[in-house]
Structure formats: structure tokens, C-alpha cells
């Protein structure tokens, strides 16, 4: 089965492979695996050693941003959360469930928000401590501009959380360039190409020093977890990891190494997109985003307007040849999301596509314009 789903992502078999052990995780040789996976994501954060400091977490992407809020903003402040996708209002909502206070900048999903927006916004309302912004919405396929909403906070005196769940990996980041930020947050399974089970933030160590003892929670406290990695050493976890998960991880870090890094991978996630754009166009639907404003993550297309249309119905029929998309959709509109990221090339999005075709015709599907 091909996986086209922006995470669990496809992953390739030795990684898959590196799971089947088992591992106590206090073992020396676990903990120098571990404290050496720490380093190296910390690297790849551009973190600096002895000023940022990678802190992970067992579980999902939505567990580290919650502990990224309430480890850094403090309860009954401000969080300014830039609202232009389903990520986005996740994060307001995690947030307000922690008692913070969040004020919302609408964008539209369609488009990136501009500094200037960042700056008026936080002009607006001088109680406003922190901006969290996702890097990557994974809702509808648009691209943040972190540098440059970064250097609008930063001119502004506020702090940031970004989530970059699903950009970590491929787009740009430098910890060391962008000191506004708290913490920059990301999951072991989207384009690190690795198996879910284990989340990471990398922060600046001075404010998670400053923040100890604000995130009313013992388990999503970062300043609690960089303080038992003090004490017992940085191989050392507060509660059972995902061993397993890791040790896998430790294998896709190295996949990611001898790929060629980064940049090799963003450009394998843009050609994915720009043939799936393209394709899509070519079978007669209507991509969500236009071509300046899709970002390599996702492609979400419009559902096509023929009534005889069904998501699950198209879903079923891609599956049956050997396709697997999401059987949802996270924009206002209805559409379907086509991931670009996991162990995916181009041959296999024309594979897709040849697919797609084919269960188009099979389904009757003629009027494929959106509705
Ligand atoms: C995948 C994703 C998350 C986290 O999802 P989980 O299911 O909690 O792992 C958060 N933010 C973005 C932008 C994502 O793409």
C-alpha cells in the first residue's frame, strides 16, 4: 500500500525493522543512544550546544505543542494564535483548555499571514506575550513565513511557539537565528520519515530555566523534564518511553543523513507537489490552493461537483488500487488532502495519479470541477 497521508508517514523497511527489539530503556547502551539522538535533533533545530536544549516527549504532536504553551506562557496570559488553519485553531483551543488567554489573528487558510499583520496585531493589544503560529498547515497545504513573522515578533519584544509538526525536517529552521522563539516543536513521524510515539521541542535553556514551575501539569512540563535530565543524565527519562519508537528513530535520522539532509528532502516533497498540482489539474479537478501559495506537505484538491461524488467512495476505490488518502478533509470547503511527505517519489505519485484517473472513471465521476 502506498501511504499518500501527511503522518504516520510512509516509512521505509529498515526503519520499520529497527522496531522489532526489545530495549530496556535505562540500559547504558540505550541511554548513549538516546542522549546522541538528543544531540543530533538539536543539531538539525540549529541549536546551539550549552544554549538550546532538545526535550522530548512520549506521544503525538498535539501532547509536546501543549506542553511547548504550558511550560512557556504562563497561566492567565495572552497567546496570540494566527488562525489560518485547523492546526491553528487546535492550538487555541489546547491552550484555552490550560487557562491561557488566547487572542485570535484571523488569516485565511488560503494564504500565509503577513509580518505586518504580526505587527499590527501585537501593537493592537500590549498584553499579548506570545505568538503561536504553525509553520506547516497541514489543514490545507499553506507555508508560514517563520523568518520573517519571527523578526516582526521579535522587533515587537513578544515570544513565539511554533509548531512545525508537519515542516520539521524539509523547510527551513535555525533555533540560533531566531531567538524570539521558545520552542520550535515537531514529531518523530512526518518528515523525519520516522515512527509516531515520540515528540520533541527544542528550546532556548535560559527560558526553560526562567519557566520552571508555571505549566500546572507534571506531565507536560518541559522545564520539569530538562530538570530530570539534569539530575539523571541526559540518556535518562521521567516515565517509560517509546523505546521501540526511538530506536527506529535513531535509524530514519540516519536515513536522513545519507539522503543528503534537508534540502534533498524538501526538494523531493516539492517535486511530489508540483506533480500532484499539476496532475490534478490535468484529470480535470480544481486544486484548494493556488501554485504560489502551496507549500510541499500536502495537496488538498477540491472535490470534484458531480453529485455522484462520494470522499469515502473515492477513498474505497483508490484503496482497492493500492492508494491509501485521508477519508477527511479540514478546510471549510469539502476537498481531499493527498500527502507529498513519507518514503513517497515521484514515480509514485504518477503511480497515484494513474490511480486517481482510474477510480474517477470507475465511480462515473464527469463534472470533477469543484462545486
Ligand atoms: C500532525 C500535526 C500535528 C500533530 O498531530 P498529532 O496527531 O497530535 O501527532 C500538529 N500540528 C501540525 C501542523 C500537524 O501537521
Known sequence: MLLLIPGPVQTRPEIRAAMAVDIAPWDNDFKAEYAAIREAVRELAGGVAGQHVCLPLQGAGHFITEAAVRTFVPQGHKLLVVMNGTYAERMARLAREAGREVVVLPVPDTRSVTPEEITQALAADPAIGHVGIVYSETGSGIINDIPAVGA??????????????????????????????????????????????????????????????????????????????????????????????????????????????????????????????????????????????????????????????????????????????????????PTMRIGCIGDVHADDIRFALRAMSEALDELGIQRRNAA
Request: charged content about 20%.
Open 152 to 333: 516582526a515578533v521579535r522587533a515587537a519584544g513578544r515570544r513565539m511557539i511554533v509548531d512545525a509538526v508537519s515542516a520539521f525536517g524539509a523547510l527551513p529552521f535555525s533555533l540560533k537565528d531566531q531567538p524570539e522563539v521558545d520552542a520550535v516543536v515537531f514529531t518523530s513521524n512526518k518528515c523525519l520519515e520516522g515512527l509516531p510515539g515520540i515528540a520533541f521541542a527544542i528550546s532556548p535553556i535560559e527560558r526553560v530555566t526562567a519557566c520552571a514551575g508555571q505549566a500546572n501539569s507534571w506531565s507536560f512540563d518541559l522545564a520539569d523534564v530538562y530538570a530530570v535530565s539534569l539530575r539523571a543524565g541526559p540518556g535518562s527519562f521521567r516515565f517509560t518511553p517509546p523505546v521501540q519508537a526511538l530506536h527506529a528513530f535513531g535509524k530514519a535520522l540516519e536515513v536522513y543523513k545519507a539522503e543528503g539532509g534537508r534540502e534533498t528532502r524538501l526538494a523531493r516533497y516539492r517535486e511530489n507537489a508540483r506533480l500532484l498540482h499539476e496532475g490534478a489539474q490535468a484529470l480535470g479537478l480544481k486544486p484548494y490552493l493556488d501554485w504560489q501559495h502551496q507549500g510541499p506537505i500536502i495537496v488538498t484538491i477540491h472535490q470534484p461537483g458531480d453529485p455522484a461524488f462520494k470522499l469515502q467512495d473515492f477513498v474505497d476505490a483508490l484503496k482497492r488500487r493500492g492508494v491509501l488518502i485521508s477519508n477527511f478533509y479540514n478546510t471549510p470547503v
